[in-house]
């Protein structure tokens, strides 16, 4: 199965700053069927990027995927506050479906 | 606005069926752009798909538990169930139900239930 590392295993930033989360696939991705999660405390997860850079319904502007391949990254451009969570990545190219460990943002 | 809700014991003992119910509401469960199924996350294994189903009963399992697992729908309860036996210590877990939507050659998880721990032990 494909194994998603994801880096680093915690970002500290504050708020206004650009976060860079990254993906690296143990092998390709078919059709770069990559996609991310937010995880909040408490909260269901939610689908944030789909095919790598697309994104879903109702995700704000500050958000973007991209990448091809086996190197895949999210980019916040501007944090909110409500942006600190733990964030998944996701290959849904080939069976069985596998996710990153996940990268947790946390307020520096 | 679509909702998914995980019902089901939260105690199992080992050996034992682990059997959860999935409740979809704001959606028909049959239509056929979408699949729904369960995906679950411990310390240990992080985020782990189990398998999806379709409406019509079409199922696709991770292979390495296929041998324990059934997943069925109720159309007209407009509802999903897991069931995993033989359980041990290491499927204690947060089970997750999940809408996946078609897309070519795969299906997208796209809307995720809110989860429910699911605890093995005597």
């Known amino acids: 199965e494909i194994v998603l590392t994801q880096s680093p295993g915690t970002l500290s930033l504050s708020p206004g700053e650009r976060a860079t989360l990254s993906c690296r696939a143990s092998q390709s991705v078919s059709r770069n069927y990559l996609a991310w999660h937010q995880q909040k405390h408490g909260q269901a997860p939610r689908l944030l990027i789909y095919g790598a850079s697309n994104k879903a319904t109702g995700i704000p502007d500050r958000f973007s995927g991209s990448g091809s391949g086996t190197d895949f990254t999210l980019t916040i451009s501007r944090l909110e506050p409500e942006d600190f969570a733990v964030y998944y990545c996701q290959q849904y190219g080939t069976s069985p479906y596998t996710f990153g460990q996940g990268t947790k943002l946390e307020i520096k | 606005q679509l909702q998914l809700q995980e019902s089901g014991p939260g105690l199992v003992k080992p050996s034992e069926t682990l059997s959860l119910t999935c409740t979809v509401s704001g959606g028909s469960i049959s239509i056929s752009a979408y699949w729904w199924g369960w995906t679950r996350q411990s310390p240990e294994k992080g985020l782990e798909w189990i398998g999806i189903?379709?409406?019509?009963?079409?199922?696709y399992y991770k292979a390495s538990l296929e041998s324990r697992v059934t997943i069925s729908v109720d159309t007209s309860r407009n509802q999903f169930s897991l069931k995993l036996n033989s359980v041990t210590a290491a499927d204690t877990a947060v089970y997750y139900c999940a809408r996946f939507k078609q897309v070519a050659a795969s299906s997208l998880l796209d809307y995720w239930g809110l989860g429910t721990l699911v605890t093995v032990s005597s």
């Open positions: 189903i379709r409406y019509n009963g079409d199922t």
